[in-house]
């Protein structure tokens, strides 16, 4: 990290001051990235460096204040090509680890480079405590449904049916959806994104950076080595318009290179597509509210899964809500102010105590 910027924690000068005007330079490090070529990685990697001089413009960040931590697995290599503070944790813990960040330094910009194995498999109980606490952490759920560090081994995502190196006839398990998994943990911020939509994958970056509190954002990324083509079947671009469907706030949910199709509620309470009138009539389509209370629409929308209906991409949901460290920082003030702050060497030696020679 450069002189000009480093230093300054809490209280420093650094921190309390307006942070310089940054470029993608300096969020980019000195590592030589190791994705294999044609990763869906890189992609995502270069989004980042592009919009963190913005987040940190519009947010007043110093980069100082900036830190990604990773579990294990390809994602996981993320804070190494950061310039900024990091942490590679251990298989499955980067929730836990960015908790403790947060929690302890609420100042900071903490994000989570995760996996669908790293996050989902061994990490999914801290992933859904992360989210149901509502913490102010961002999550980047690379999703490409396959183990791809461990040379491609099925993942909790893979497809029923999915032929890999550690079901070679084929998974019996069902896949997990995990904006599903993200929505029941009463995620405040929920959103979809592919690798290569870099316009959309952007501003979904800049809108949880914004947000307060726990934000979650699967990118739908393609392992060019052991699950090439994983979502060709909607993300390429000569299918893209018809096979997905952009989700825009106050919208009705229209689809289609034509603007032609939309969906609607149907008769059993899911949802179904319907060819729209040769006035293009949105009449009865479902209008997108990512704001609703409660998830219960945005979960129909997660429901909506190829190849019968198009593939939702963009804010599921993003509400607002007390953040954790916010409401435990208050708890502490209010314990303070009327116990003291306490003396942790009388609270051990309090009570019944053994001196062991």
């Known amino acids: 990290m450069s002189e000009s910027?480093?230093?300054?924690?809490?209280?420093?000068?650094?921190?309390?001051?307006?942070p310089p005007r940054y470029t993608r330079q300096d969020f980019t490090s000195?590592?030589?990235v190791r994705w294999?070529?044609?990763?869906g990685d890189y992609s995502i990697l270069a989004q980042m460096q592009k919009v963190m001089p913005n987040i940190c413009e519009k947010l007043e960040i110093p980069?100082?204040?900036v830190v990604f931590v990773s579990g294990i697995g390809c994602s996981s290599r993320f804070p190494y090509y950061m310039d900024t503070y990091g942490f590679h944790g251990i298989h499955g813990r980067a929730p836990a680890i960015a908790t403790g960040i947060k929690v302890t330094r609420p100042e900071l910009s903490v994000w989570v480079a995760t996996g669908d194995g790293d996050g989902l498999s061994i990490g999914g109980n801290h992933l859904i405590h992360t989210l149901r606490r509502n913490i102010?952490?961002?999550v980047l759920l690379f999703n490409n449904r396959i183990y791809g560090l461990t040379k491609g081994q099925y993942s909790p995502t893979s497809e029923l049916g999915k032929k890999s190196r550690s079901s070679p006839m084929g998974t019996v398990e069902h896949p997990m959806n995990p904006l599903c998994l993200a929505l029941a943990a009463e995620a405040t911020f929920v959103a979809r994104a592919i690798d290569t939509d870099t316009k959309n994958l952007q501003l979904i970056l800049e809108r949880a950076a914004a947000h307060k509190g726990s934000a979650f954002i699967e990118i739908l990324q393609n392992c060019h080595v052991f699950n090439d083509g994983a979502f060709a079947a909607f993300t390429?671009?000569?299918?893209r318009d018809d096979r997905t469907v952009l989700l825009e706030?106050?919208?009705p949910l229209v689809f289609g290179k034509d603007r032609n199709r939309g969906i609607r509620v149907g008769r059993d309470l899911g949802p179904e597509v319907v060819e729209l009138g040769p006035e293009g009539s949105a009449e009865g389509l479902l209008i997108h509210d990512e704001k609703a209370a409660t998830p219960s629409l945005a979960y129909l929308l997660t429901q909506l899964c190829e190849p019968e209906m198009p593939v939702p991409l963009g804010v599921f949901r993003a509400i607002v809500k007390p953040t954790y460290e916010v409401l435990l920082e208050d708890q502490i003030r209010k314990a303070e102010a009327k116990m003291g702050r306490g003396d942790l060497e009388t609270l051990?030696?309090?009570g019944d105590t053994w001196m062991v020679e």
């Open 63 to 65: 980069r100082e204040n």
């Open 30 to 32: 000195d590592q030589v």
């Open 249 to 251: 706030h106050g919208k």
């Open 136 to 138: 102010d952490i961002k």
């Open 5 to 18: 910027v480093a230093g300054g924690g809490s209280g420093g000068a650094a921190a309390s001051a307006a």
């Open 236 to 239: 390429e671009r000569d299918v």
């Open 348 to 350: 051990l030696a309090s």
């Open 36 to 39: 294999c070529p044609g990763c």
